[in-house]
């Protein structure tokens, strides 16, 4: 595994090439997806050696009680097309160091990416049969994952429906799951905030990947005294940002990836302005034509527009006014998602309350910068279950058995 | 259209199936398509059930021959290297 690790970051360059090419973000991104994706090969093969057991004081004295873990058997993973590396290693990194055999279908518009790293697993002398990757027909490849009773354990990374699909074809065979589903992350900006610090880390999460994360900021909610200072911030950023083809150096924001995202987006928008929201700036398809979209600030967004309900994944920031700390709680829990929410205020004891607060699996704190291999990655809610990365990451593809032994 | 890169062979267009490269049985592709240009970059196997079987039974060969034992004396060979 640490050899695969290498050759992922040696062949960076080649990798966020072949990224950019089938899922458009721009190249800084692509190298960064590159590295992320790394880390966790390199994170579980340490891991793989910590997969300690247990020794239960029993309550009979002539009897001993051992917990060990082991492999959780075949595993499969379906992953998706906004993340193409880091997704599938995320999965397998934490299969293979838990012993665990994987097969891996990648998204339909982005297969060259997982295919590529796993060209990478065979030259880094991963054994025949550990990994494979299958691309075609998500029906007939998800059908069979799910029904075949081999399989132990299926990973997903994609829309909520899909999960509840999968979630169903697996109930017959009970396999262990684990979902990481759709979002809509509140983005909650209070008053004793440091504006320009919200705005940055808005930025950041919202036009990451042209808006096509699970967990972008969904809703930027701003306190009604600092709002009209936040929107003329927010428009004035986002002014600065450049759409064009992820190749070209001087992009700061790449195509959608295909034509039905694009109607999604001018659908969101056409229903919010029917409501009264405003477009501050952008609000239509970019003059270059394609899947371009201009990046978009909405003001005036209200909780009955189908944007404030459901996950955008595109380049539009909805501005929603909030008067207290708890309308804000209030408006960020009234979802079904419950994935990433970010907040950004100074006092000590709101920082604590909010944070306690957000039924949320993962929230930013003055920061919108939280994915990394070491921390928990995951939702609640109809967000998913189970958590990727991290000390616990290693947890669902393992299996704790308990022997009991008479000493007597 | 080639993808121009420092590795060309790292531009795979078939599955990985028990450490070997294949195309579909039935040589059906799907084209994947660069969003920036609407170019076709590739294509790669139209897979289904029958595949994802095979790749399931050899991954479950793979698990009984002990993956865990391969990889972790792989890593102690590393380790060791660094000591």
Not at chain 1, 265 to 274: L, N, P, Q, R
Request: charge should be negative; proline fraction near 4%; glycine fraction near 10%.
């Amino acid at each position: 595994m640490q050899r695969w690790y290498s050759l992922i970051l040696e062949n960076q360059e080649d990798l966020a090439f072949i990224m950019t090419s089938e899922q458009g973000k721009i190249m800084a991104e692509s190298r960064g997806e590159i590295g992320y994706a790394a880390s966790f090969i390199e994170w579980f093969a340490e891991e793989g050696k910590r997969i300690y057991g247990d020794i239960i004081p029993s309550p009979r004295a002539d009897a001993r009680i051992i917990v060990i873990k082991q492999a959780i058997g075949v595993c499969v993973a379906i992953t998706p097309w906004n993340f193409p590396a880091a997704m599938m290693t995320r999965k397998a990194g934490a299969a293979l160091a838990a012993g665990c055999s994987i097969v891996i279908k990648p998204a339909g518009s982005t297969p060259l990416t997982a295919l590529a790293v796993a060209e990478l697993a065979m030259r880094a002398g991963i054994p025949a049969g550990v990994l494979s990757v299958i691309t075609g027909s998500a029906k007939a490849i998800g059908s069979e994952m799910t029904s075949n009773p081999i399989v132990r354990k299926l990973s997903f990374t994609g829309s909520t429906e899909v999960g509840i699909q999968l979630l169903k074809a697996c109930a017959p065979t009970v396999k262990k799951t684990s979902m990481e589903l759709g979002g809509n992350a509140p983005f909650i900006v209070f008053d004793d905030a440091d504006i320009d610090a919200a705005v940055a880390g808005a930025m950041l999460s919202k036009f990451r990947n042209a808006g096509q994360t699970c967990i972008c900021a969904n809703r930027i909610l701003v306190q009604d005294s600092v709002y009209d200072a936040f929107a003329k911030k927010m428009v004035d950023a986002v002014a600065q940002l450049t759409v064009g083809n992820g190749l070209d150096a001087n992009s700061t924001q790449g195509p959608l990836i295909d034509g039905n995202a694009v109607v999604k987006v001018e659908f969101f928008i056409a229903d919010a302005k029917s409501k009264g929201a405003k477009v501050a700036i952008g609000g239509e398809r970019h003059a270059l034509g394609g899947t371009f979209f201009e990046p978009t600030v909405l003001t005036d967004v209200t909780g009955d527009m189908l944007i404030s309900r459901e996950e955008i994944f595109g380049p539009v920031a909805p501005l929603i006014r909030f008067k207290t700390e708890e309308d804000a709680i209030e408006i960020a829990n009234s979802v079904e998602y419950g994935l990433a929410a970010y907040f950004y205020a100074r006092d000590i004891k709101r920082v604590w309350r909010v944070g306690e607060a957000l039924e949320y699996g993962m929230i930013g704190i003055n920061t919108s910068a939280i994915s990394n291999e070491v921390a928990p990655f995951g939702g609640m809610k109809s967000s998913g279950l189970g958590r990727e990365g991290s000390k616990y990451g290693i947890d669902d593809y393992l299996e704790i058995k308990y022997m009991c032994m008479d000493i007597g | 259209m080639t993808l121009a890169l420092k590795d060309p062979s790292l531009l795979r267009q078939q599955c990985l199936i028990n450490g070997e490269w294949r195309a579909a049985t039935a040589n059906a592709g799907i084209d994947v398509i660069n969003p920036a240009t609407g170019a076709k970059i590739a294509t790669v196997p139209n897979m289904g059930a029958e595949e994802t079987k095979q790749a399931i039974e050899f991954a479950e060969i793979a698990q009984k021959n002990g993956s865990r034992k391969l990889l972790v004396s792989a890593q102690k060979s590393c380790s060791g290297g660094i000591a």
